[in-house]
C-alpha cells in the first residue's frame, strides 16, 4: 500500500495529514500472520531452519485484500514474497491448461491419455519427456481425474492438443502479467509467476471474472475532502458453462485427488496444490464462496524445502489453518 501511494503522491502521504482507508481486515489479517507462523514452526520441525512463507487473500467481489503476510518476520526482512517473489508455480499452472481446454469445447468428463510422452526438446537434437510423480500412468481417464491427481503426461498432452499459446491466453485473461515462456513445459508451471497475481487470477475461476487486486478503499485530505475511492472493477474471462465445469475440476482436487486434507473445511472449497521438481516452492491456491487464497512456501535462495515437501504437505495445512478460522 505504501509503495503504491508513494509512486503516486510522492512525499505527501507522510506530511499532508491524508487519511487511508485500507482494504485490510485486522481480525483476518492477525489470523493469516497467525497461520503463517504456526506453518513455518510445524515445518522447521521437520526441515532445516530458514523456510519462507506468504499467504494473500482477496474477496472475491471486489479484488479487495483482506490479508497480506510477505513474510515470517517483517523486523528480519522486509522483502514481500506475497507480490514481489517470482517463483515457480507448479502444478498450481495446470488449471489455466484444463480451463483453455474447456473453452475449445471439451468437457469435465472428456477422457485425456495418460501414457509416457515424449516432446521436442528446446534445443537441437534433444527430447522432453514429462513424468507423473508417482512414477504411474493410468491410461485414458477423465479430465477431472487427471487435474485431481496432478498427473504431468495427461496434463502436458492436453496443453499440447488445446496449443500452448491458447493456454497462454487464458492464463493472461486471467490476470497473469508476468512473460510466459511459449514451451509445453509451462503447462507444468516452468514459468515464474508471484503469488498476488496467482491468487487473483484464481478468482476467474470462481466468478468467471478477472478482479484487480486493491489495498485500499478511498483517500481523504486532513479537511475530509474525499481525494480518491477505488472503483470496483472487473473484466468477464469466463461464461457462467466454464466456471461451472472449472469448479467440478477444482472441487474433485479436494475432494479424491492431491487436497484431501481440505476436507476438514465444513463448507465447499476449491483449488489446487502446486510443486516444483525440487521442492523449492510449494503451493495452494484455493477460494470458497467469499474469497481466492494463496499460499506460498519455499526458501529465499531457492533452494529445497525439505524432502518431499510438497504443496500439499507445506502450503495446504497454512491454507486450512487460515480458512478455518476466518468464520
Not at 170 to 190: E, S
Not at 305 to 326: D, T, V
Request: proline share 5%; glycine share 8%.
Amino acid at each position: 500500500l505504501r509503495q503504491g501511494l508513494e509512486a503516486k503522491y510522492g512525499n505527501a502521504i507522510y506530511i499532508s495529514g491524508i487519511k487511508v482507508y485500507s482494504t485490510v481486515d485486522y481480525e483476518i489479517q492477525k489470523i493469516a500472520e497467525t497461520a503463517v507462523a504456526n506453518g513455518i514452526a510445524v515445518i522447521e520441525k521437520r526441515v532445516r531452519k530458514g523456510v519462507q512463507a506468504a499467504l494473500i487473500a482477496i474477496d472475491l467481489r471486489n479484488g479487495h485484500i483482506k490479508a497480506l503476510v510477505g513474510g515470517n518476520d517483517f523486523w528480519e526482512t522486509q522483502f514481500n514474497r506475497a507480490t514481489m517473489a517470482l517463483r515457480q508455480p507448479g502444478s498450481a499452472f495446470k488449471p489455466f491448461v484444463y480451463a483453455a481446454a474447456l473453452e475449445d469445447g471439451m468437457s469435465e468428463t472428456d477422457e485425456v491419455l495418460d501414457e509416457p510422452v515424449t516432446f521436442p526438446g528446446g534445443k537441437p537434437n534433444t527430447t522432453w519427456s514429462p513424468k507423473n510423480y508417482d512414477g504411474e500412468y493410468r491410461g485414458y481417464i477423465p479430465m477431472k481425474t487427471a487435474l485431481a491427481l496432478s498427473l504431468n503426461s495427461a496434463t502436458v498432452r492436453l496443453a499440447h492438443d488445446v496449443g500452448i499459446h491458447n493456454v497462454i491466453e487464458t492464463a493472461k485473461k486471467c490476470g497473469i502479467k508476468t512473460v510466459l515462456q511459449p514451451y509445453l513445459p509451462i503447462a507444468l508451471g516452468a514459468s515464474d509467476v508471484t503469488l498476488l497475481e496467482l491468487t487473483s487470477a484464481y478468482a476467474a475461476f470462481a466468478t468467471g471474472n478477472r478482479i484487480y487486486p486493491t489495498t485500499y478503499e478511498r483517500i481523504i485530505s486532513k479537511d475530509g475532502v474525499p481525494l480518491e475511492e477505488a472503483l470496483v472493477s472487473s473484466d468477464m474471462a469466463f461464461e457462467p458453462d466454464i466456471v461451472d465445469k472449472m469448479k467440478v475440476l477444482l472441487r474433485a482436487v479436494v475432494e479424491a485427488g492431491t487436497a484431501t486434507k481440505a476436507k476438514e473445511i465444513k463448507r465447499p472449497v476449491y483449488g489446487k496444490t502446486g510443486t516444483t521438481n525440487d521442492f523449492s516452492d510449494a503451493w495452494f491456491i484455493g477460494f470458497d464462496d467469499r474469497l481466492v487464497v494463496g499460499v506460498w512456501v519455499g526458501r529465499d535462495n531457492h533452494k529445497p524445502i525439505g524432502p518431499k515437501e510438497a504443496g500439499a504437505k507445506s502450503a495446504l495445512p497454512i491454507w486450512i489453518e487460515f480458512m478455518k478460522n476466518i468464520r
